[in-house]
């Protein structure tokens, strides 16, 4: 109750026009839906509001449409781009006759999880951070259609910028191919926009934010401080809308796609993940890289089930362009203190309490909601079944000879290979009724459509091979 009256008094101190009401779908994308303020109610706040669940995609069938958005009246914000200001409620979706979290719904299901664990002997809380890539472009223009499928992206960074013509002339400065990491402006392009993004972050209560330019031509990286598994996907679905609002305004178009430029790159979720008992780290101990056998089993339940996580991890047929033999990526599944090629890093911690394990082959197109707790869940099985995850790998992976990585677990070479090891790999996510076999049917259906429409359009490299047959 005493929440429903700050909403409310909130709504009325700050002139508040607009409250819209925001979820997650399925494939990670937020979708809204927005009432006057006048008309918000105790009801509303309290209960929620209808939507069409037929409407989503992976969701309802329009045979039983009905669904609840319930607002979570901790997770609000007013809407920093909105011409009428706007208070933005982030919701959960629930059953209108059973009154529970929709078992499709993926912010329900984090929340789950983190039910799940608080029941754990051995921890009872997670905290999860990020660090997430993502690019910059000036023109990004797609063909699909029967007479024509491409695309040409363009930004001031690309390679193909440094011959064209721009207003008032071509300033020359760059990253550095095979350099772009951490460039100072002027080659840095986006250091403006990037500190206006975080600016804004600021002011959405955002803390420890830290962002710099990535590998790759228009590349940024961004990181901010950790939170509990829901609350982390919370801020990373709002540092996505940041972005693409602030990219917009500056004339530029963001993207979270794992591979947007060929010979780039790719763009990596970097997931940092901690149990804890109370106040009390779990992950700290004597062992490698003073690492608890506990950790240890957590890093196990991960390599062990890591093609199973590729499908939340990886979702897009595009994810696998950056993870493909040969390139710099974290696509053999080893871990290692302070490595940056092993697909589990451990990175440095001067206290306990910073003793946490980073993941490094999840991309930012990943659902965070599922993708969380699906790495969560799998190292939580470990631990249950106490695994092993074999000696840590103190090397340049990228380095390896082919001999050396043979029989190395790898992740997913595609999404239909990791669809497939879900298939045959969920039943760590069930555990706790976090996940439901309903939700990884449906999840796996819209992901083999989404594989259905790629694979029915030709490809612009099939015509350069083939054409002339």
């Not at 946490?356 to 990943?366: G, K, L, T």
């Not at 470990?382 to 029989?407: H, S, T």
């Not at 076999?437 to 992901?447: F, T, V, W």
Request: proline content about 6%; overall charge negative; hydrophobic content about 40%.
């Amino acid at each position: 109750m005493a929440e429903v009256d700050a909403v409310l008094e909130r709504i009325r101190a700050e002139s508040i026009k607009m409250v819209d009401l925001r979820f997650t779908d399925l494939g990670g994308r937020w979708r809204h839906t927005t009432i006057d303020a006048a008309s918000v109610d105790r009801e509303i706040l309290e209960h929620g509001l209808m939507i069409d669940g037929s409407g989503v995609p992976g969701w309802r069938e329009v045979s039983e449409a009905d669904l609840l958005v319930r607002p979570d009246l901790d997770a609000s914000f007013v809407d920093p781009f909105a011409a009428q200001p706007t208070l933005v409620i982030l919701c959960d979706a629930a059953d209108p006759a059973a009154g529970v979290g929709y078992e499709r719904d993926p912010r329900s299901v984090a929340a789950r999880a983190e039910a799940w664990l608080a029941r754990r002997a051995y921890a009872d809380r997670i905290t999860v951070g990020v660090d997430v890539s993502y690019f910059l472009f000036d023109d990004v223009r797609i063909e699909m259609g029967p007479g024509g499928v491409g695309y040409r992206i363009s930004g001031s960074e690309t390679r193909t910028a440094a011959w064209q013509a721009h207003h008032p002339g071509n300033p020359g400065h760059r990253p550095h191919p095979g350099a772009a990491q951490l460039a100072l402006p002027p080659a840095d392009h986006a250091a403006d926009i990037r500190a206006e993004i975080a600016s804004i972050l600021g002011t959405l209560g955002f803390s420890r934010i830290q962002h710099d330019h990535g590998a790759g031509a228009g590349q940024c990286r961004t990181s901010f401080a950790a939170g509990g598994l829901v609350e982390t996907a919370d801020r990373l679905q709002t540092f996505k809308y940041v972005c693409h609002q602030v990219a917009a305004a500056y004339g530029k178009s963001a993207t979270f796609m794992a591979k947007p430029l060929a010979e780039e790159p790719g763009s990596g979720l970097g997931v940092h993940q901690a149990l804890w008992r109370g106040d009390r780290p779990v992950f700290a101990g004597q062992g490698y890289a003073d690492l608890s056998p506990l950790c240890l089993s957590f890093i196990a339940g991960i390599i062990r089930h890591g093609r199973a996580l590729n499908a939340f991890t990886n979702p897009t047929t595009n994810s696998y362009r950056r993870l493909r033999p040969g390139a710099e990526e974290p696509m053999l599944l080893t871990y290692a203190a302070h490595n940056r090629s092993a697909a589990i890093r451990i990175p440095y911690a001067s206290r306990p309490e910073r003793k946490r394990i980073e993941v490094r082959f999840p991309d930012p197109s990943a659902n965070p909601y599922l993708a969380f707790t699906a790495i969560l869940m799998a190292g939580l099985d470990g631990i249950e079944r106490k695994l092993e995850p074999g000696d840590a790998m103190d090397r340049n992976v990228y380095d390896l000879r082919p001999e050396e990585i043979q029989d190395l677990p790898t992740v997913a070479r595609s999404l239909e290979e990791a669809l497939e090891a879900l298939e045959a790999d969920h039943e760590f996510l069930l555990a706790g009724e976090v996940m439901s076999a309903d939700l990884i049917q449906a999840y796996i259906a819209l992901k083999r459509r989404e594989i259905e429409l790629v694979d029915s359009a030709p490809h612009p490299v099939e015509l350069q091979l083939y054409y002339g047959i």
